[in-house]
């Protein structure tokens, strides 16, 4: 079956998600132009690992992440899940900062993570976020959502320990952006033989690893007063018994 122009525009569109065929200026054929499609409803984001070494081949950069743009615009809320097989890692590695830039085809979308060393810790000073999606609706405008946070101190570690959080971190970028990692784990400067150090906890992480025996420590104990104030009393009324 033979497929004229707009039926194939169509059926590509349907079929691959995030891609959209645009006709190229001034010429008869068709270019690819990739521009992410917004969500209504959220999902898991896919996880993707991303290395960057340094000039002299050594790693400088790993992280392991999904991904998740969450745009306000209508009055609801919009989703779009960064796929790893499409991103291009590119960045620099310097001996106390370091920057990991993670990029969407025809700059649909990026983030760049520009980390710093101080003594013996590291952290994200600066996060960037840029997103230019299709259109929510048909007559809304192509719009680029782009946002920062400056002057941070994100996703902090020792040196040659590795930042990690299951339990996601959603940053609030601007009133209309947020971007969700889940799950993050990350470290940069010093990785041994490309393999992440050690684990540092997030505290949203630790706190659900601590708060449930905190809570069960304390149903015990409080079983074990009332068991022992009822063995007292009892004890108390037994010697009432034997003065009589």
């Known amino acids: 079956m033979w497929l004229n122009a707009h039926s194939l525009h ?110 013996n810790r590291f952290y994200v000073t600066k996060l960037t976020a840029q997103l230019s999606p299709l259109p929510v609706c048909q007559t809304c405008p192509n719009k680029t959502y782009s946002a920062s946070l400056d002057r941070q101190k ?31 784990q990350m470290q940069a400067f010093t990785l041994t033989s490309a393999q992440f150090g050690r684990e540092v906890e997030c505290w949203a992480d630790y706190s659900k690893e601590v708060i449930p025996i905190i809570i069960g420590a304390a149903v015990v104990g409080i079983v074990l007063i009332a068991v022992l104030t009822l063995l007292f009393i009892k004890d108390r009324r037994r010697q009432g018994y034997d003065r009589i």
């Not at 609801?76 to 993670?102: E, H, I, Q």
Request: glycine share 6%.
């Open 10 to 119: 169509i059926f590509l569109a349907a079929v691959i998600p995030g891609i959209r065929l645009q006709s190229a200026s001034g010429m008869h054929s068709d270019s690819w132009v990739y521009q992410p499609v917004l969500r209504p409803s959220e999902t898991t984001p896919p996880i993707g690992t991303y290395r960057l070494e340094s000039s002299e081949g050594r790693p400088c950069i790993k992280a392991l992440m999904g991904a998740e743009y969450m745009v306000i615009e209508k009055q609801k809320t919009w989703y779009f899940n960064v796929d790893p097989s499409r991103v291009v890692v590119t960045g620099d590695c310097g001996r106390d900062a370091a920057v990991l830039s993670l990029k969407l085809p025809d700059n649909a979308a990026s983030l760049n993570f520009s980390f710093t060393k101080e003594k």
């Open 154 to 184: 994100l996703f902090a570690a020792d040196v040659g320990r590795s930042f990690t959080c299951r339990s996601g971190n959603l940053l609030l970028m601007s009133s209309q952006l947020k971007i969700r990692l889940v799950p993050l």
